[in-house]
């Protein structure tokens, strides 16, 4: 199929590998790939500080570019929950509403295309390290997405997966949020960390990088032995 490769504005300026990783994993899945390098946001850091008219203006363009999209697949869970859970909140009551649903209905989180709508699990992928997986607010719970990522995950060789006892807790960056509560953010940050960190685990793993990234920039500043990776760049490895 065509897939339309929606590529969020952190991914696209701080972490292109994570969207290169996509684009080489479903080509080799025999899929044809858009990217529409003209939208780079989804509007989400408007929408989450209640400027819901201006990120309209934001999400017109994006309801107009991807209107004819056969399926948008997102390589964040915080952006997938945007268009799919929040734009038809967004546009209720207006003359998008019906656009807005359209787009959610075809739009997917990464793991969640590769394997609720495609099938797949093994992407022979080789990673011989100790991971352990931070599930990530957005992608949890307005996706409800969980196995997902664990099933790829567990078909890849060599890695050992080692749940942590926090993994499902905020990691306290809520975009927005990190900003205006800059001290508890960085707590809460601390408390998924010592529980990464008593798993024995070498990476960080999760479908959505602005949680990595919040949570790396902690790791760096206190010089804890860990590091944080997409898992779209484990599932691209040979």
């Given at each position: ?6 590529i ?24 044809t ?19 819901w ?15 004819h ?5 997102i ?45 797949v699990?093994?992407l ?30 567990a ?33 809460m ?24 990234m ?25």
């Amino acid at each position: 199929m065509k897939i339309t490769l929606f590529i969020p504005c952190f991914i696209d300026a701080c972490f292109p590998k994570v969207g290169a990783s996509a684009v080489e994993i479903f080509e080799r899945l025999g899929h044809t790939i858009e990217y529409p390098q003209e939208l780079t946001c989804c509007g989400q850091p408007a929408f989450n500080s209640g400027y819901w008219d201006e990120t309209r203006e934001v999400a017109d363009k994006v309801l107009v570019r991807l209107k004819h999209s056969e399926v948008v697949v997102i390589v964040s869970g915080s952006c997938g929950a945007m268009i799919k859970n929040f734009y038809p909140q967004l546009y209720a009551g207006t003359g998008q509403e019906a656009a807005a649903k359209a787009l959610a209905a075809k739009t997917y989180e990464f793991t969640d295309f590769l394997v609720s709508k495609l099938g797949v699990t093994d992407l022979g992928a080789r990673f011989p390290h100790r991971v352990t997986f931070h599930d990530g607010c957005h992608g949890l719970r307005e996706l409800g997405i969980k196995k997902q990522p664990r099933q790829l995950l567990a078909h890849v060789q060599g890695l050992e997966l080692i749940e942590m006892s926090e993994a499902e807790t905020c990691c306290g960056f809520g975009g927005t949020f990190s900003a205006k509560f800059p001290m508890i953010s960085s707590a809460m940050g601390e408390n998924k960390i010592g529980s990464a960190l008593e798993t024995g685990a070498e990476y960080i793993v999760s479908n959505d990088s602005s949680c990595l990234m919040h949570q790396q920039g902690l790791i760096d500043r206190q010089k804890k032995p860990l590091r944080t990776l997409h898992i779209a760049e484990i599932l691209n490895t040979r």
